[in-house]
T-cell receptor
């Protein structure tokens, strides 16, 4: 079992460019989450999904979109990247309880 | 509104016992989770308290008092590898709420 994987591990974007971050899990979990973590800020929830085909907004959803077309995948999109979106992005999955399994993270730098 | 408070930093020596406190105010509270994160790594689950009382997992224990909106993580027989950030995270409405965490520094 690979658990939760994230692609890419690191990316540099210019302001205004778009990109998609991919999260995949092989644990058959219903719930999936996207967080961002900035220095000294802890983890902040961007969007989440409680099942295939569903998405919901978290604490900081502006500037991001998500899709959950397949149960095992959760995509996070940035349509027009801004320097304020420079961060470490973590994906997590859960069977529907308080135990979340995190991926290794994607480090994004927006210039 | 929602609020979450933990100390920003705690220091201790190897072999000691340390307690990290957490007070929370959140809607739709079902229980309290604790996560560990080493520098540059991903958060990993440590424990979850759905009911009042103490949960023990090896060297780590976690406590919850719903009436006081308070919990703590107790780490015993501290080791250098325990140096990390620790997050309490209330669970409710299908999501966890993470605070800024507590950085634990363990010295020889």
């Amino acid at each position: 079992n690979a658990g939760v994987t994230q692609t890419p591990k690191f990316r540099v974007l210019k302001t205004g460019q778009s990109m998609t971050l991919l999260c995949a899990q092989d644990m058959n979990h219903e719930y999936m989450y996207w967080y961002r973590q900035d220095p000294g800020m802890g983890l902040r929830l961007i969007h989440y999904s409680v099942g295939e085909g569903t998405t919901a907004k978290g604490e900081v959803p502006d500037g991001y979109n998500v899709s959950r077309l397949k149960k095992q995948n959760f995509l996070l999109g940035l349509e027009s990247a801004a320097p304020s979106q420079t961060s470490v992005y973590f994906c997590a999955s859960s069977p529907g309880a308080a135990t979340e399994y995190f991926g290794p993270g994607t480090r994004l730098l927006v210039l | 509104g929602q609020s979450l408070e933990q100390p920003s930093e705690v220091t201790a020596v190897e072999g000691a016992i340390v307690q990290i406190n957490c007070t929370y105010q959140t809607s739709g509270f079902y229980g309290l989770s604790w996560y560990q994160q080493h520098d540059g790594g991903a958060p990993t689950f440590l424990s979850y308290n759905a009911l009042d009382g103490l949960e023990e997992t090896g060297r780590f224990s976690s406590f919850l008092s719903r009436s006081d909106s308070y919990g703590y993580l107790l780490l015993q027989e501290l080791q250098m590898k325990d140096s990390a950030s620790y997050f309490c995270a209330p669970w409710g409405y299908s999501t966890l709420t993470f605070g800024k965490g507590t950085m634990l520094l363990v010295s020889p």
